[in-house]
């Protein structure tokens, strides 16, 4: 009777154990490796006394985009700007990197001044901290986990080949506007397209020509 107790007893411990232990995703099957996306906002501030960049600010504004390496995967923000005047110059000097201006405002540090024009960017990136990571031997592996370094080399490409890194967050919505020619294109060229083997097989001869 008290072996069987015993029993009992050290079976609800170690079922507490069990329970009571922390998660470990790496017993899975997904990756615990995954892009990671940070955002700096970088702040410009331009004088527009009379509604509009005067044409040494606007040079001022052009070298910092310029310096920024402005391009697609940043936004672009104006502050203070309520001037239509003022916010159609900065679209002006974007529009020369390819860029919009868009709605919304990042929060800034500080006050926007009377008179002047204040510039964000928001700049976002995408990488997998910690990679590569072979800190762990490959055996033995009595927990049957994954390895440290897995998922570091997908995941890791992709967040060095993605355009713009906000889409690993909340994805890309569509236009609303399509063109069935061109999403029927594909699909008609498969139908049209006679099959290679109407033309017969090709004579190929490994023997070199003399």
């Avoid at 009992?8 to 922390?22: I, N, P, V, W």
């Avoid at 679209?91 to 009377?114: D, H, K």
């Avoid at 009595?142 to 993605?162: H, K």
């Avoid at 967050?169 to 008609?188: L, Y």
Wanted: include cysteine.
């Amino acid at each position: 009777m008290r072996s069987t107790f015993a029993c009992l007893a050290l079976g609800a411990a170690l079922a507490g154990c069990a329970t009571g232990m922390a998660d470990q995703p790496s017993r899975g099957v997904a990756a615990v490796n995954v892009p990671v996306v940070t955002r700096a906002d970088f702040v410009f501030d331009a004088a527009a006394p009379e509604g509009f960049l005067p044409p040494h600010e606007a040079a001022r504004l052009d070298a910092w985009f310029r310096n920024l390496g402005l391009g697609y995967g940043d936004s672009v923000h104006v502050a203070g700007g309520y001037n239509e005047n003022a916010r159609a110059d900065v679209q002006r000097i974007a529009g020369q990197y390819g860029m919009l201006v868009q709605p919304g405002v990042p929060v800034t540090a500080g006050a926007v001044a009377p008179g002047v024009v204040r510039v964000v960017v928001a700049r976002t990136r995408a990488s997998v901290p910690g990679c590569p990571n072979w800190g762990e031997p490959a055996s033995p592996n009595y927990e049957n986990r994954t390895m440290p370094n897995f998922g570091c080399a997908v995941n890791g490409n992709l967040a060095a080949m993605v355009a713009n890194p906000q889409d690993l967050v909340f994805g890309r919505e569509g236009s609303g506007v399509s063109d069935a020619s061109t999403a029927s294109r594909a699909i008609g060229v498969y139908r049209t397209t006679p099959p290679t083997g109407t033309k017969g097989l090709q004579d190929i001869s490994t023997k070199k020509d003399q």
